[in-house]
């Protein structure tokens, strides 16, 4: 295997309390923030309620659509925005278990009309007029619609037109001029023909959700339920694999990692969705890996190196080791970086997570898991098992 360094003596065991140190207090913070000052955001998944993400032709400030929503009783709507033009927003909106009288089927539909409503009430009425008139809107029709629209006039190329201005508009969002669409070769006539059947509305929706509260409960019930069944799973594993000790030192390592990455989430605007807890999920795998492969090199200096210093032991096991600790993690995380700057918003979330997980996970490997494992050591003394 490749070697970034031929040898290294760094003693890292001397560096244990400054490490449990930083990461519990971090921890600590993070859970005073959570419980005492609701630092925790849960996304639309688990809370239940609407997420509406529009795109406006024109640049909007946030105090005119919170005024907007403000007419239909959701003036505390959540509104954040999406770049820096003022024209891209995610609105969210919340809807109380005691209005639906905890009913599944009046909490699904009450929960699609709220996102109808905000869509309606911050349309134009420029928007409503074209509506009346029966244009409509060339910045919500599919392929099929525009390729019906055009069939008359084009024939045989409608629908390779069509997919051409679907694929225009997915990438802007929102279609802003006439003008647009001539730059993508389109002839006067066809945009006449459009012009004759559709308008340009002032906002485009890019996505809706809706979640009921009941729903939303269950969903976040079941998250916590997965991610504490794939933590006791790993238990049962280590200490089948390894010894109890092991088994242990790796579950207080995972519990570490979870809460600093729900520490440091706590402190962003980030929400817990479903794509985060996929992510969390997966860097509980990821870091139990490469605490493993530290533990099987402790285990196997134990079995050759009887007499050495447990400490001292373990300081070399980590840097035997630590050539495919960098190496392993440098490569996962070039390829996370790309994704949190290059992936879209879409999965923003989820390499964000795994971003912040895959770093978490590998300091912990050695600052955690390891000063775990010494310290089971001091307390029931190697002759109960660890040399064996």
């Not at 242990?248 to 962003?268: I, Y």
Request: hydrophobic share 50%.
């Amino acid at each position: 295997m490749v070697q970034l360094f031929k040898e290294t003596r760094i003693p890292f065991l001397k560096y244990k309390y400054l490490g449990l140190a930083f990461s519990w207090t971090i921890i600590a913070a993070g859970l005073v923030n959570m419980f005492f000052f609701g630092g925790l955001k849960l996304g639309v998944d688990f809370s239940g309620g609407t997420l509406v993400r529009v795109k406006f032709r024109e640049p909007v400030p946030i105090s005119d659509i919170r005024n907007r929503l403000s007419e239909i009783k959701l003036g505390e709507s959540k509104i954040q925005e999406v770049g820096t033009e003022n024209r891209e927003y995610i609105i969210r909106t919340t809807l109380s278990k005691a209005s639906l009288a905890n009913a599944e089927a009046a909490e699904v539909e009450a929960t699609e009309i709220m996102a109808n409503r905000v869509i309606d009430i911050l349309l134009s009425d420029e928007d409503r007029k074209a509506a009346e008139e029966g244009l409509q809107d060339i910045s919500s029709l599919d392929e099929k619609s525009l390729t019906f629209i055009l069939e008359p006039l084009l024939l045989e190329e409608a629908a390779a037109v069509a997919g051409k201005i679907l694929e225009f508009r997915v990438e802007r969002g929102v279609i802003r001029s006439w003008d647009e669409l001539q730059g993508l070769g389109l002839g006067p006539d066809t945009i006449a023909r459009l012009k004759e059947r559709c308008h340009l509305a002032s906002l485009a929706v890019l996505s809706k959700e809706s979640v009921g509260p009941i729903a939303g409960d269950y969903l976040w019930n079941r998250a916590r339920l997965a991610i504490i069944y794939a933590l006791l799973g790993i238990l049962v594993y280590m200490a089948v694999r390894f010894k109890l000790a092991y088994g242990v030192s790796a579950l207080l390592t995972l519990f570490h990692d979870v809460l600093f990455t729900l520490s440091v989430f706590s402190f962003t605007s980030r929400e817990i969705n479903l794509p985060v807890i996929a992510a969390f999920l997966t860097l509980v795998g990821y870091s139990i890996n490469d605490t493993i492969v530290i533990f099987d090199r402790i285990r196997d200096n134990l079995k050759i190196l009887r007499k050495a210093d447990f400490e001292d032991l373990m300081n070399l096991s980590i840097n035997q080791t630590l050539s495919r600790t960098i190496i392993t993690g440098g490569t996962t995380l070039l390829s996370l970086v790309v994704l949190v700057l290059f992936g879209g918003q879409v999965i923003n979330d989820f390499a964000f997570t795994l971003l912040l997980g895959i770093l978490v996970g590998t300091y912990s490997s050695i600052f955690q898991s390891c000063p775990f494992l010494y310290f089971w050591w001091k307390i029931f003394k190697p002759k109960k098992g660890m040399r064996k």
